[in-house]
């Protein structure tokens, strides 16, 4: 998958907006993009048609929408007077199709890449609120994404429809329509441009919060085996946005957590077995994060009950070990999981131990990209709250392992390496002979030479007090 | 991190401790450089030009090994080149003048003619260098007639490096891009070991006559020692250096005050100092 250099330097400059464009019916049976440019009519001219009413109103009204996925016909039609009124009108009118139409032409407009777009379109967005409790399906998926489209362009975009009522329109909308997979979808991705505002989190969040939005997301989270994946991937990508913020509690006092690990159990279950439906991993993904802050923010003695399961451990290596080549970052992702899981939590530490996972987790930590960084943490995490289990650690492989990486150009892992050595050595003596059999004397003098002062001051400090009394042959 | 009690100092120890891991949480804002992949991954699939498997982006890639030793910018990406890396270059290690020497017995060797006044005395009446060649046994009365010798008899080249005299010491080797294999053949600052003989300090009044530094090829710079014997600070080793060439005369800018305990050597077991004070312990 291409992925370009502008739209990576978008997502860190926090301008990454993604529209979604529904495709017309005939696009979606033929599988074929609409073709602009075949058959072309002047704009101008099928406006003028558009506006004469009359039995051909729905031909042109068709006719227009199809030139509008152009994007210079979009400025171009924004800029003729009254246009949008002229839809808007249309929109509101008695001829059914014709607002079928009128709503797609505002769609097309909606999904433009020029940002001057939508705030000419506001004439029609009160109408378009009061849509999402009608209608046919398909009307009411164009206004969702439609307005969901249109809130990211503007502060006058978003200020207006927030006035409007949008975030109490799209909670009834999900409320009534919980049953019809593809409204909630197209009303679960327009909440995913809500929640991405820059200060959705004073303005948006809140009212999200405190609205009945949080728990129909939950509900609809689990996926539908006949409709599939994508109403419950818009679903998890909203929670992900909520989890984001500060508003954990409320989450967790919904269930949010066990929700999330017990769908991620599963999904890692399915992974293990080697069942990779196509496209889970975008739902694996906004899950694993959500997880991961509502863990952070979790009271540590009510961590093991709000998540349920302690196995979600094994359903979290399952992921690394499956992505780790395909989608490195949401291997990293699921071990920063695993991290926040381990921190404070004797529970989830002994899980990793009692259900033999450690020494698959070692043989990650050759892997860069900060994976094994992560991953090392985790180990330091384990170490440090099953103190009773070092010397098991040590026979596990950890301590060889801990030979290799303490070679590496990589700062972190040499002195969290370091610091694991510690704990080990002093949870459990014998670890030291270990250690020195290994050869492992050599290794920290020549850390001795390195140029940061942390790295040296660890390792002088391990064999002045640890090691050296255990080496046969003692230097000058 | 708090200290157990196996410390055998006690609290003078704990205070000092060194090591500070205590697990972390994280929570991450939405636009946290970590998700930024899944982030465009969603943003392709809303785009409807996700392809769900193996992405063109570059493979996940295996962390690297790199050199320890200060100065040495030496990297690998897998172990094997590391441990060969450091076996042949960072073990054999004078601890007077901090030559790196490719093997044990050079290094004894360098050790005896250098920095042994003992051999000194000797040499003055008998003969007493060794050929280099392992086997070869026969001794000669100067340096130089041992180079004649490997010369003439074991085709050794007129500049082999480790057959270098102490007058030699002032030739400064030539600044290359540092290679793996270039073996280290540095006189950097000499560390102050324990004891002071009159070799060693003609070796550092030398050494500082000739304003003799070390030009490191990396970014790090090792420090010039200039603190006076009573402290122990080491020095690190800068890089390699290859062929003959001028004088460097650049200077350190860095200067590590990081004390090494004196039962500390470089090279476990194969670094020496003075003849006769190994298994001495300060």
């Known amino acids: 998958m291409f992925v370009p250099i502008a739209l990576r330097q978008a997502r860190r400059d926090r301008q990454l907006v993604s529209k979604r464009l529904l495709l017309t019916e005939d696009e979606e049976q033929r599988e074929v993009t609409m073709d602009t440019a075949s058959g072309q009519q002047d704009l101008v001219d099928l406006l003028c048609k558009v506006q004469h009413s009359g039995p051909e109103r729905g031909t042109h009204l068709k006719a227009l929408s199809k030139a509008l996925r152009d994007p210079s016909e979009q400025l171009t039609f924004i800029k003729q007077e009254n246009s949008v009124n002229l839809l808007v009108s249309l929109l509101t009118g008695s001829n059914a199709q014709c607002r079928l139409h009128a709503a797609r032409c505002l769609h097309e407009l909606s999904h433009s890449p020029h940002t001057n777009v939508a705030p000419a379109c506001l004439p029609a967005t009160p109408y378009l609120l009061t849509f999402l409790s009608g209608q046919s399906t398909k009307f009411t998926e164009l206004c969702l994404y439609t307005l969901g489209n249109l809130f990211p362009d503007s502060d006058v975009v978003k200020d207006k429809l927030l006035a409007q009522g949008i975030i109490p329109a799209l909670a009834n909308c999900i409320e009534n329509q919980k049953h019809n997979l593809a409204v909630v979808e197209a009303a679960a991705f327009s909440l995913t441009q809500l929640l991405q505002a820059k200060d959705a989190a004073e303005k948006i969040i809140p009212k999200v919060l405190a609205s009945s939005l949080p728990s129909q997301l939950l509900s609809v989270l689990n996926p539908d085996p006949n409709f599939g994946l994508a109403p419950a991937i818009e679903c998890a990508w909203c929670l992900h946005y909520l989890a984001c913020s500060d508003g954990n509690g409320e989450l967790l006092a919904l269930g949010a957590l066990s929700h999330c690990s017990s769908l991620l159990m599963s999904l890692g279950g399915a992974v293990a077995e080697g069942n990779k439906e196509e496209g889970m991993e975008l739902l694996v993904c906004p899950l694993l994060r959500c997880v991961g802050n509502l863990v952070s923010c979790c009271p540590v003695d009510s961590l093991s009950t709000q998540v349920g399961d302690v196995r979600l451990v094994a359903a979290l290596c399952a992921f690394i070990k499956a992505y780790l080549h395909t989608q490195p970052a949401l291997a990293r992702e699921s071990a ?112 001795q030479y390195n140029s940061e002062g942390e790295m040296r001051r660890r390792a002088a400090y391990l064999l002045e007090h640890h090691l050296l009394s255990h080496s046969a042959d003692c230097t000058v | 991190m708090t200290a157990s009690g196996n410390c055998p100092t006690g609290t003078t120890e704990e205070r000092e401790l060194p090591f500070s891991f205590t697990p972390q949480l994280f929570h991450l804002h939405k636009d946290h450089e970590l998700f930024e992949d899944g982030d465009i991954h969603r943003h392709m699939y809303l785009q409807d030009l996700y392809v769900s498997g193996a992405d063109d982006e570059p493979a996940l890639s295996v962390s690297e090994f790199a050199c320890h030793i200060s100065g040495c910018s030496a990297v690998f990406s897998a172990l094997e080149e590391y441990e060969h890396h450091y076996n042949s270059l960072h073990r054999h290690v004078c601890c007077s003048c901090r030559r790196s020497l490719p093997s044990a017995r050079l290094l004894d060797i360098h050790i ?171």
């Open chain 1, 336 to 447: 920063w999981v695993l991290n926040n899981l381990t921190a404070h939590s004797t529970d989830f530490c002994s899980a990793l131990l009692t259900l033999n996972l450690v020494p698959g987790l070692i043989q990650l930590l050759p892997f860069s990209q900060g994976i094994n960084t992560m991953i090392l943490r985790v180990l330091a995490n384990v170490t440090h709250k099953k103190k009773e289990s070092c010397l098991q650690l040590a026979q596990l492989g950890l301590l060889s392992t801990l030979c290799a990486t303490l070679k590496m150009a990589d700062q972190e892992m040499v002195t969290l390496s370091l610091e694991i050595l510690f704990m080990l050595v002093i949870g459990r003596p014998q670890v030291a002979d270990e250690f020195v059999r290994l050869s492992g004397v050599s290794l920290l003098e020549a850390i």
């Open chain 2, 112 to 282: 005896q003619e250098w920095h042994d006044s003992l051999f000194t005395v000797l040499a003055q009446r008998q003969d007493m260098y060794q050929c280099l060649v392992e086997g070869c046994g026969q001794k000669f009365r100067t340096s130089k007639h041992r180079k004649d010798h490997l010369i003439r008899i074991h085709k050794y080249p007129p500049d082999f490096r480790f057959d270098k005299t102490k007058k030699d010491r002032g030739t400064r080797e030539a600044k290359r891009p540092q290679q793996k294999d270039t073996a280290m053949e540095v006189a950097d600052d000499v560390c102050e070991s324990e004891g002071v003989c009159e070799v060693m300090c003609d070796v550092l009044s030398e050494q500082r006559e000739l304003g003799e530094t070390m030009e490191t090829l990396v970014e790090e710079e090792a420090a010039r020692m200039t603190k006076p014997a009573a402290t122990m600070e080491h020095t690190d080793l800068s890089a390699a250096f290859d062929g003959n060439g001028c004088t460097s005369s650049e200077t350190f800018k860095t200067q590590y005050s990081y004390r090494v305990p004196t039962t500390v050597c470089f090279g476990h077991s194969s670094v020496r100092g003075f003849r006769g004070r190994r298994g001495r312990r300060k």
